[in-house]
């Protein structure tokens, strides 16, 4: 599938090039270490590798998530940490989990995104979406949304509950019939939701499909949301991403690695 970029994405994209690339004083910002572009310079492979979180639409919030880092509760760190230790066999049988549960802040996105990010890392192309997205491209011209779901490893819906708040009667069954044609084709879904397994089944009536490809963990926990609205103002006032974040760097390492031998 070729990658079509707006205008405004275009030029995220050239501004964190220049902000990645053209102080490297390793490479004078070409990229390469030698004269026949064979050794490939830390800065560009940083750059590949943002480059692929951006077009994942992982939001950058979660770009230097680490499992480690990650503030859930309880034994859902281990289920994630399995997950991702069997990731490839999951995506090439189409297995997926979803993050439920009516907390708010316990780390469903969170713990979705950490997901994402750890398949970029591997070489796959994870597509993060909002549910309520979904609906609307539906009904657009571009069907952009639709396109990259088609052509996606792993997809992330978030929000899935949101949309039926709404009270269109319509909607969950336009989600329903979405997941009940992706399920079977070995497509990966990893899903957040506020609903609790009861409401998924009453909602949408894909029990049956969930029980074969996809592991409900129903989360419970401590509202961490919380903690981050006391540095609402920091973050505020250090809005910029940093691109040369050291956990960035590391990463973007193992993915040059990752996808140079797949």
Not at 34 to 41: A, E, N
Not at 210 to 234: P, T
Request: net charge neutral; proline share 3%.
């Amino acid at each position: 599938m070729d990658r079509q970029y707006t205008k405004a994405q275009l030029e995220e994209l050239k501004g964190m090039k220049a902000a990645i690339m053209h102080p490297c004083k390793e490479c004078g910002g070409l990229g390469y270490l030698d004269d026949d572009d064979q050794t490939v310079c830390d800065c560009l492979k940083l750059f590949r590798y943002l480059k692929e979180l951006y077009y994942s639409n992982i939001p950058s919030e979660y770009w230097t998530l680490t499992l480690e880092s990650l503030k859930i509760d309880g034994d859902y760190k281990g289920e994630i940490k399995d997950y991702i230790t069997h990731l490839d066999t999951a995506c090439r049988k189409g297995l997926g989990l979803m993050f439920s549960g009516p907390q708010r802040g316990i780390g469903k996105t969170s713990s979705m995104c950490m997901i994402g990010k750890e398949a970029v890392i591997r070489g796959y192309q994870p597509f993060y979406v909002i549910a309520q997205n979904i609906i609307d491209d539906k009904f657009s011209k571009e069907k952009q949304i639709l396109e990259r779901i088609a052509h996606c490893d792993i997809l992330l819906i978030d929000e899935l509950d949101k949309i039926v708040m709404a009270n269109e009667s319509n909607i969950p069954k336009q989600l329903e019939n979405l997941l009940r044609g992706i399920l079977p084709n070995k497509k990966s879904i990893i899903i957040a939701t506020n609903f609790t397994p009861e409401e998924i089944e009453e909602t949408f009536k894909i029990g049956s499909l969930l029980d074969r490809y996809i592991k409900i963990i129903d989360m419970e926990g401590q509202d961490y949301s919380k903690k981050l609205k006391d540095k609402w103002e920091e973050r505020l006032l250090d809005s910029e991403i940093k691109f040369k974040h050291k956990i960035l760097v590391k990463e973007s390492k193992k993915y040059h690695t990752n996808v140079r031998e797949r």
